[in-house]
């Protein structure tokens, strides 16, 4: 059914239709809106059967998950940001026990300094925990893909987190086609875990693994997700023949087959991409994009495949590892080893900086001309950073680097960006 | 008090010198679960507990009372500490019984997510114990645990109570006494040991949440543990226990001291056994045969120095902490029935 | 394309406006994206929100920098922030207030505009005599639609009701209207 929705709004609708049978929520911006919803939808009644806890906190929410879970409940929670980090012992231990807990991350820049806005720090703060990361560009596909993220886990038994643009996708209103419960039903059968906490066949379970087998516990992770690419494709297909949509899936080109130069990216940026970039082919020049849409597995061979005949790759990406650089390009450069292909990395959209079609354009036509250093900065304003650099160079107690940089930007200049 | 603490106060045999009588001195529906043929053993035996371990004694008292209480249904959720360890290197389990052991810190908060699962099953009749050491429950837990309580979340929270961090090799925990030894309270300088005017007491923080029931227990009387284990799960809601259970690695004890040290820290008046109902205190363990701290203190190494002349302020201090609970708790109060 | 972009503070539904009016044009069959651009919650903190409508699906996620229609909310945020930026040349602007262009300093940027394109509403005035709250967002959407033909009152009137089922959204519709009838 269309519906003019809330994208975290349309994602509660999505997490009802699969049919969950304990919620944990938590407040935290920008995801808190879902499980605000999903507690109407059970108090109403529009969720039978299901539990809603109001933890004390995301170590708790995913600490409840961890519980049903291992009790043979379907279990779902939500977060973001800071929330994320403060679960992280629990995310780990999730995906160490093989509990296909699905969570949300509506994904928000890490502090300090504190930042309410999207970034993927949050989400890449995890991404060698062990779990599924999805990627979503859109509220319809963040609809879609949490759908299919509880038939992923289930199949495999391991956690998966659907990651979506904070703000930009959760807080956005927009044309969502929610599908119909006979169609997830078809699509999702009732969860059958493979080990459950039960009286009647008692197990132990998350004792303690020396060095004898934790290598081989670790290598067997490894080894699902490596066997997730094959699924997540499988299952993407099997969506579309009930749904009739293209969502989820390893990675989407945006005419990128035979294109010179290839822009990577993950999430709902690639919306405003398309139109600069269909723009710069409209003035000839040899461009596409492509999505990756699972970070965790990262589809390396299917990467490879889509780029055999790029020259160069630009990847954009709001995260990043300080100390080094680009984390996805990374990813990507590890994908790409053996070949030629230039890998640019772009760090941009960090803590909510708006991403605009003039930047972008910019910012390809330099990647075109190589003259992108590495990593580049995209839209960051070096004034400010020379200013400040220069303050620390003249004295030893140069105070808040943030309060001194927003000083610098201008006060109104800040209020404009509020 | 129930009936079996009616009936072992009515027995006396004095001669034993410890009020306790033993098994086969009582009735049969009095005798302790672990004195029957069909306990279920949850905690079995060829577990890597040390010698004397008071916790190993006081899981298995507890949770054979619970499963005998629940008929069978079941399940725990474990913090990570002693009892997780020595009972579980894989692929060997002492667990007969579902048995989940997730981290440190959220023993309390998964045990709520199963009693969700049970819920939402239909399963109500499998009830869910959360167990853990002083430092997973009054320390690192505490935010998981007090969210448990606020919810009043069908779960029954089990502290065993050694007084610090055994399984790291003893460092000092909110649970610690003043004065003690740990290994980050030394007994060096001035007021040798762990500072006075420090601690958390849980029992009564959990009492503030107003949750049905609250108990303290200890490996001395496992009569009465296994009377509020049992009481425990005939109430729906959070609950909490905590039962004091020495450590002779941590305390520097004689393994064979364990119940006599436990049985001290009650007669001196150092742990109190109270229980409590909806936010009241409902009743008190009397005791019977008081003894000065000195008495329990002498027979723990982390204690030593507290003995020492040049230290009596703090033997004063530990005996006036010993006093206040006394005061407080009425807890020598003669009783008809005990004359 | 149509881009509007609304500028207001913390407590005067600049979200919802943006909401409802996205919520308007779908009602028409068309499609729409309303975006809220707003930081921590608390009122008085003034806060942007943007709508896009189009015949075909959105899919650019930058903010609205080049407008099609302001509307503002709170006409104190003209001495706060650049709230003209990016305005098309042909734009249109919807301003809350009782003052003239003059008194509120615009009249050089309005004289710029094509006749007819800005157009002032004494909104939380119209708003406390029907909803008896001074919430001016409703009042501007109605007042939007006798400006421009992009959406029209009836469908802005059934977005209203989805927004505040029952008697409040009943008031909110009545506000809306009387809005555009006096703007039309």
Known sequence: MLKQIEGSHAVAEAVALCRPEVISAYPITPQTHIVEDLGTLVKDGTIENCEFLLVESEFGALSACIGSSAAGARSYTATSSQGMLFMMEAVYNASGMGLPIVMTVGNRAIGAPINIWNDWGDSMSARDAGWLQLFVESNQQAVDVHIQAFKLAEELSLPVMVCMDGFILTHSYSQVDIPEQSQVDEFLPAFEPRQVLDPAAPLSMGAMVGPEAFTEVRFLGHQKQLDALDLIPQQAAEFEAIFGRDSGGLIKSFESEGAETVVITLGSVIGTMKEVLAGMRDDGHSIGALTIRSFRPFPSDALRAALKDAKRVIVFEKCLAVGMGGIVSMNVRMALKDSDTLVQSVIGGLGGRPITRAGLRRMFEKGLRDELEEPHFHDINMDIVNRELEREKQQRRSGSVAENILRDGGVVAAAKTI | MSQVSDSQQKVKFYQTGTFTAGNRLLDEQHRSVQATMDRCNSLDSGHRACQGCGEALGARYAIDAAMRATGNQLIAANATGCLEVFTTPYPETAWSMPWIHSLFGNASAVASGIAAAMKVKGREDVRVIAQGGDGGTTDIGFGCLSGTFDRNDDVLYICYNNQAYMNTGVQRSSATPGAARTATTMPVGENPGNVFGTGKNVPLVAMAHQIPYVATASVHDLHDLEYKVTRAMEVRGARYIEIFVPCPLGWGSKPGDTVKLARLAVESGMYPLIEAEDGEISGVTRIRNRVNVEEYLKLQRRFAHVLKPANANQLEQLQAIADRNIKRFDLCRVEEEQL | ?184
Do not use: W
Not at chain 3, 54 to 79: A, G, H, M, N, Y
Not at chain 3, 163 to 183: C, L, Q, S, Y
């Open chain 3, 1 to 184: 394309m149509f881009q509007v972009r609304i500028h207001g503070r913390g407590g005067q539904g600049v979200v919802s406006a943006a909401e409802m009016l996205s919520h308007a044009a779908f009602e028409e069959g068309k499609y729409s994206h309303a975006v809220p651009s707003f930081g921590s919650e608390r009122m008085g903190a003034p806060v942007v929100a943007y709508v896009r409508i189009d015949e075909k699906d959105i899919e650019l996620r930058e903010p609205v920098l080049d407008p099609d229609l302001l509307i503002v909310q709170d006409p104190t945020l003209f001495s706060a922030i650049d709230v003209f930026a990016g305005l098309k040349t042909d734009g249109y602007v919807l301003i809350n207030t009782t003052k003239t262009l003059e008194q509120l300093g615009i009249e050089e940027t309005a004289n710029k505009l094509p006749a007819g394109h800005i157009v002032t509403v004494a909104a939380t005035e119209l708003a406390l005599k029907h909803l008896r709250r001074p919430t001016p967002n409703t009042v501007l959407l109605g007042a939007f639609t006798a400006m421009n033909g992009t959406v029209n009152i009836d469908s802005v009137c059934t977005a209203i009701l989805k927004k505040f089922p029952g008697k409040i959204g009943e008031m909110n519709v009545e506000a809306a209207r009387a809005a555009h009838a006096a703007a039309a």
